[in-house]
């Protein structure tokens, strides 16, 4: 998985990379033909595919974007610029030229151009941008008419097996449309997020189809193509979209006016159940996930889960692992009722929950400055659960949160840097800001940096 995983981050890279320059513009709309028929069955693969294509490419547009990028000459240390750029593709949303793609497609960029399926170009803005999920939605500038859009289909009535169309601009030729099936629903364990669960697809996808449409039989749009495993950085059969609930959420809070996405949580967190804990609990086969932690009076706690719950479902649909609960609850809107399968004794009962905003306070400028003691010089924060998810860490993490350290400070040389997360101080966790302040020589601390545990004691 660490070898995937580390494929998919060069693969992501790629996909957003090149010279928007060499992008060419798609081809112009498709010319009227006979009518066919869309193929239903084995027999009619001999059919064709071009009434959904017809259908849908028009709503389907490649994307160019320019950014700059601060670089230091690696000889004389001089500090300069260069042009950076990338391509991929994007889906209209709304008539009015909203327009949803990849944030890694435009992220860091500073001019956005799309190219519609009729060689039209316009100018784009990102009005909401979401790291977590990897999507971004834009706004074209001059549109003086109603556009071509895709029906976003968030029911996921999707099947292993269904066919589907994938519709994208890769390596900047144009638009190009490629084939495949459902080959798997519900993948979380990608390492590509920890916030979604992937469509997995063998229509063939390649860099600059990130962003594009992944489409049903009906024309209707199931996923937002975004991430391939890949040996070779090109596509191998096995891709990944993001699903029409994550897309959905995001564009509603991008038109909604809102500044970021925000996304609910139950408050419960466990392990998946193997074959050896499920042979424990007299379960005829490894399935939900053990309820290992309850944050205090969150919405799990006050619906009756408790620690050793097995949970199996959420609103009908199976959980296996925490990221797929995450997406099954984070896909939902703050104050949702959601229906949480459990079993418990060997019983399986369903309990009424309510998904809530986590608790906290995301916002990064109420960071104070340290003025005493060895981290004098750092602007730290109390996490809370809001904060540790905004950052992408664990909502029941808790400590102390280093921001910005001031170049020459006391807290730059002891060692502590940005992101790091003080656990704990003299063995007893941080709970206030003030007592940063205490922070001497001679001082034990447990801090957590990019995912490893460091102890020590400060000299």
């Given at each position: 998985?660490?070898?995937s995983?580390?494929?998919?981050?060069?693969?992501?890279?790629?996909?957003?990379?090149?010279?928007?320059?060499?992008?060419?513009?798609?081809?112009?709309?498709?010319?009227?033909?006979?009518p066919?028929?869309?193929?239903?069955?084995?027999?009619?693969?001999?059919?064709s595919?071009?009434?959904?294509?017809?259908?849908?490419?028009?709503?389907?547009?490649?994307?160019?974007?320019?950014?700059?990028?601060?670089v230091r000459?690696?000889?004389?240390?001089?500090?300069?610029?260069?042009?950076?750029?990338?391509?991929?593709?994007?889906v209209?949303?709304?008539?009015?030229?909203?327009?949803?793609?990849?944030?890694?497609?435009?992220?860091?960029?500073?001019?956005?151009?799309?190219?519609l399926?009729?060689?039209?170009?316009?100018?784009a803005?990102?009005?909401?941008?979401?790291?977590?999920?990897?999507?971004?939605v834009?706004?074209?500038?001059?549109?003086?008419?109603r556009?071509?859009?895709?029906?976003l289909?968030?029911?996921?009535?999707?099947?292993?097996?269904?066919?589907?169309?994938?519709?994208?601009?890769?390596?900047g030729?144009?638009?190009?449309?490629?084939?495949?099936?459902?080959?798997?629903?519900?993948?979380?364990?990608?390492?590509?997020?920890?916030?979604?669960?992937?469509?997995?697809?063998?229509?063939?996808?390649?860099?600059?189809?990130?962003?594009?449409?992944?489409?049903?039989?009906?024309?209707?749009?199931?996923?937002?193509?975004?991430?391939?495993?890949?040996?070779?950085?090109?596509?191998?059969?096995?891709?990944?979209?993001?699903?029409?609930?994550?897309?959905?959420?995001?564009?509603?809070?991008?038109?909604?006016?809102?500044?970021?996405?925000?996304?609910?949580?139950?408050?419960?967190?466990?392990?998946?159940?193997?074959?050896?804990?499920?042979?424990s609990?007299?379960?005829?086969?490894?399935?939900?996930?053990?309820?290992t932690?309850?944050?205090?009076n969150?919405?799990?706690?006050?619906a009756?889960?408790?620690?050793?719950?097995?949970?199996?479902?959420?609103?009908?649909?199976?959980?296996?692992?925490?990221?797929?609960?995450?997406?099954?609850?984070?896909?939902r809107?703050?104050?949702?009722?959601?229906?949480?399968?459990?079993l418990?004794?060997?019983?399986?009962?369903?309990?009424?929950?309510?998904?809530?905003?986590?608790?906290?306070?995301?916002d990064l400028?109420?960071?104070?400055?340290?003025?005493?003691?060895a981290?004098s010089g750092?602007?730290?924060?109390v996490?809370?659960?809001?904060?540790?998810?905004?950052?992408?860490?664990?909502?029941?993490?808790?400590?102390?949160i280093?921001?910005?350290?001031?170049?020459?400070?006391?807290?730059?040389?002891?060692?502590?840097?940005?992101?790091?997360?003080?656990?704990?101080?003299?063995?007893?966790?941080?709970?206030?800001?003030?007592?940063?302040?205490?922070?001497?020589?001679?001082?034990?601390?447990?801090?957590?940096?990019?995912?490893?545990?460091?102890?020590?004691?400060?000299r």
């Amino acid at each position: 998985m660490k070898t995937s995983t580390l494929v998919i981050a060069a693969a992501l890279a790629l996909s957003a990379c090149g010279s928007p320059s060499n992008t060419k513009a798609q081809d112009g709309v498709f010319g009227e033909a006979a009518p066919r028929q869309v193929p239903g069955d084995a027999a009619g693969m001999k059919a064709s595919f071009a009434p959904v294509v017809r259908q849908s490419a028009p709503a389907v547009v490649n994307i160019a974007a320019v950014g700059v990028q601060q670089v230091r000459d690696p000889f004389w240390g001089i500090p300069g610029q260069r042009q950076t750029g990338s391509i991929g593709s994007g889906v209209i949303v709304r008539p009015n030229g909203v327009v949803v793609t990849n944030n890694h497609v435009i992220q860091n960029m500073q001019q956005i151009r799309v190219t519609l399926n009729d060689r039209r170009e316009f100018p784009a803005r990102v009005i909401l941008a979401d790291e977590r999920s990897d999507i971004a939605v834009l706004q074209l500038e001059g549109v003086n008419e109603r556009l071509p859009t895709l029906n976003l289909d968030d029911r996921e009535e999707q099947q292993v097996g269904d066919l589907v169309l994938a519709i994208g601009n890769p390596f900047g030729i144009g638009q190009t449309v490629t084939n495949g099936i459902i080959s798997a629903l519900n993948r979380t364990e990608t390492g590509i997020s920890d916030s979604s669960s992937f469509i997995q697809t063998d229509a063939a996808i390649n860099p600059g189809n990130s962003g594009g449409a992944l489409v049903d039989m009906d024309g209707d749009l199931i996923g937002i193509n975004t991430a391939i495993f890949s040996r070779s950085g090109s596509s191998s059969g096995v891709g990944f979209a993001i699903p029409a609930s994550m897309v959905r959420q995001v564009v509603d809070a991008a038109v909604g006016g809102a500044t970021a996405v925000v996304r609910p949580w139950l408050g419960v967190k466990g392990d998946s159940v193997n074959q050896d804990i499920a042979s424990s609990l007299g379960l005829d086969r490894p399935r939900g996930i053990v309820v290992t932690d309850l944050y205090p009076n969150g919405p799990a706690a006050r619906a009756g889960v408790r620690q050793g719950d097995v949970i199996t479902a959420v609103d009908g649909a199976e959980v296996n692992d925490q990221n797929g609960l995450n997406f099954r609850v984070g896909s939902r809107d703050p104050g949702d009722a959601i229906q949480v399968t459990v079993l418990r004794d060997g019983r399986s009962q369903t309990l009424s929950a309510r998904a809530q905003r986590l608790p906290g306070d995301a916002d990064l400028d109420q960071a104070r400055l340290i003025r005493t003691g060895a981290l004098s010089g750092a602007s730290v924060l109390v996490l809370n659960p809001a904060l540790a998810d905004s950052l992408g860490g664990d909502p029941f993490a808790s400590g102390l949160i280093v921001g910005r350290v001031e170049r020459g400070s006391f807290a730059q040389t002891t060692g502590f840097q940005p992101g790091d997360l003080i656990v704990s101080l003299n063995d007893r966790p941080f709970t206030s800001i003030e007592q940063a302040g205490g922070v001497t020589r001679g001082s034990r601390v447990v801090i957590q940096r990019q995912g490893r545990q460091i102890s020590g004691v400060i000299r």
